[in-house]
């Protein structure tokens, strides 16, 4: 934070008239380069830089910057903030696709990044009078911010379209000391609370007559309060001994490759598992079965050959389906010379997996729009295996990072998640460890471990506590053989499920509308006539 912004935070705040509006800390022109700076700050806490304690910065230079704002100059810091946040965060949208869909969906974010601003500042600026008490505003002003902030991120998840849940607070500390917390209250709830501790000690900061001792104390307590929530005890029971292979295929959307070559790939990549003894599931990735075994012999006899190899090892694989007139990314299980079951992904990709009100965008990007040539249809399976026994929840692709499909598979006993994914349309990129890091979190939100296998990396295999048990080198092909924990009781945040979420985002609604109805109180007579 800079020195002048500094100064505004913790200089004291003269008498007013009660219920008066508070003023900004900061000249707008500063609160705007403020936000600059706060964008690049919360994207460096996410991989591969990983430096979590800048995305706290980041947010907290953000609140900074909004507090006194109006409407129309915190729309302006919302939104500069937020371009410079996804511009960064998600640049690996550039690398095959061009600069137009990055365009397009930094500013569709920068957008609900400045609404939730918008809101934020509304709160901050009328705090003074809604709650005219310092003890008030200590305990309810960062819960009514934290909510609110909290109530955007889950927002953005899921509307429009199913949403883009990706880029949260959270989702930047999965190897933070703050990591445990999310097996308690979830990947909403480890947002809020992050975000309620930065906006505590900001509070903390800006209120007047408290003694420095008291603040550093309080400050102090805060902290210890929210790194102290032990680790939850995740249970298992017994392990199972899973290989996953990764093909290093080239299997992006502009690929160019004879049919099977995908395939063939990850059979090639597969032959060293010959001599593991005791397997009970191969894993492939997303789309690694280029030939959909139902329809291809070629494919058919390259799974059985596979499991065969293997002294009859069921295989997991994805690959894509047609049935009727439905396309479907599937994840199957191929199991003594046929499909025993099957996982149709849940919720599609908008503008990637199918094209939402398609007439409507082609007339801007016909030629973008068109790279979209056929919708997959959304599935309605249910999201667990049972391989012998073994209950494995499928994930696919961008599953990982939706939370209603992983409390879905929570609830439906799933003891370990098998997350397949094909990240080679975005290179060596961040997307493949941001990935990774939201699988990570997973991982310790639900207490289980996860097989994260892409078909060019970043693969492992992650345990229930968050810790890498084994991985692949990023674009080699190989396999990784572990002996998994299986999980064996749900975290509190699989029980308390949405629950939380809606319970945090109350705290904002309230306090909002709290904020926007309290009336200033009317003016001493002497001080009328005066």
Known sequence: MSDPAFRALSAPRL???????????????????AAVGAGLAFDAGFPDKGWWPLTLLGTGIVLVALIGRRAGSALLVGFVAGSTFWGTHIIWLTLYLGPLPWIGLTGFEAVYFALGALLIALVYRRADRAWPSRTGR?????????GLWTLREGLNAIFPYGGFSWGRVAMSQSQSPFTDLVAWVGMAGLSFVLVWLVAFLIQLVREHGLPRSTRAFTAGIAVAATLGVPAWPALTEGTSRIAAVQGNSDAGLFAVHAPGDILSDHVSASMPLASEQGLDV???PENASDLDPARSPLAAESLDAVSELLGGVPVVAGTIQARGDEVFNTSLLWEDGGIA???DKRHPVPFA???PNREFFRPFAPDLIDLVSRDYSFGTTDLTFDIDGLIAGISICFDITDDAVMRAMAAEGAQVVLAQTNNADFGQTDENLQQLAIARLRAVEF?????NISTVGTSEIIAPDGSRIVGIPAYEAGSMVADVPLATLQTPAAIAGFQIEWLVAGFGLIGLAVALTTRAPPRPKAERRS
């Open 15 to 33: 008498p007013r008239a009660a219920g008066a509006f508070v003023r900004p800390l900061l000249p707008l022109w500063l609160a705007v380069l």
């Open 138 to 146: 200590l305990l309810v002003v960062p819960l009514v911010v934290a």
């Open 282 to 284: 191969v894993v492939w």
């Open 341 to 343: 079951d099957f996982y």
């Open 353 to 355: 997996e199918w094209m």
């Open 447 to 451: 207490g289980r471990s996860v097989v």
